[in-house]
T-cell receptor
Framework: KAGVTQTPRYLIKTRGQQVTLSCSPISGHRSVSWYQQTPGQGLQFLFEYFSETQRNKGNFPGRFSGRQFSNSRSEMNVSTLELGDSALYLC?????????????FGPGTRLLVL | LAKTTQPISMDSYEGQEVNITCSHNNIATNDYITWYQQFPSQGPRFIIQGYKTKVTNEVASLFIPADRKSSTLSLPRVSLSDTAVYYCLVGAKGQNFVFGPGTRLSVLP
């Protein structure tokens, strides 16, 4: 099976812009989670989608949003970018929702905000 | 979600067995214990998961005592390529993943 894919892999934006990141889960996986990883804060949970519904949400401002399509592909959007949004954004998919499910991570999208 | 505590870093030499212990004193009845490994600039990778006693797979073993308030990930005969950050997660169905700072393992030649 193909693994989790994320596009684009690298992105450079300027403050105030918005960005959309895409994630294609492993075939058959219905849960997609998004994480932000920075050197200072580590790996932080953003949100999880299961069957097109947001199941859980982390402690991030409303500028961070996401959605999931009927084919389980997911997108996350960050509006009004700030310098602190520079990070590695990781997407993970699993068959179902919850920590007992093995999550398979993609390679990530590295976002740099100037 | 149960809070977990792990050592921030550990050093080992090639060929040694490495044991990383995670404390989770307020683990709930339905919680599972899962370990992930992460290399720089890559997403975490599932290593092993358990509920109680001992679980073993081709890469690691997980030891969980009867009270389940801690767990130990055991990596047999580590190599340089095992240098990574190891995360312990505790939670149940429907809960989201909460990654702590993890344990940075450095394997020396």
């Amino acid at each position: 099976k193909a693994g989790v894919t994320q596009t684009p892999r690298y992105l450079i934006k300027t403050r105030g812009q918005q960005v959309t990141l895409s994630c294609s889960p492993i075939s058959g996986h219905r849960s997609v989670s998004w994480y932000q990883q920075t050197p200072g804060q580590g790996l932080q949970f953003l949100f999880e989608y299961f069957s097109e519904t947001q199941r859980n949400k982390g402690n991030f401002p409303g500028r961070f949003s996401g959605r999931q399509f009927s084919n389980s592909r997911s997108e996350m959007n960050v509006s009004t970018l700030e310098l602190g949004d520079s990070a590695l954004y990781l997407c993970a998919s699993s068959l179902a929702s919850g920590v007992q499910e093995t999550q398979y991570f993609g390679p990530g999208t590295r976002l740099l905000v100037l | 979600l149960a809070k977990t505590t792990q050592p921030i870093s550990m050093d080992s030499y090639e060929g040694q067995e490495v044991n990383i212990t995670c404390s989770h004193n307020n683990i709930a009845t339905n919680d599972y214990i899962t370990w992930y490994q992460q290399f720089p600039s890559q997403g975490p990778r599932f290593i092993i998961q358990g509920y109680k006693t001992k679980v073993t797979n081709e890469v690691a073993s997980l030891f969980i005592p009867a009270d389940r308030k801690s767990s130990t990930l055991s990596l047999p005969r580590v190599s340089l390529s095992d240098t990574a950050v190891y995360y312990c997660l505790v939670g149940a169905k429907g809960q989201n993943f909460v990654f702590g700072p993890g344990t940075r393992l450095s394997v020396l030649p």
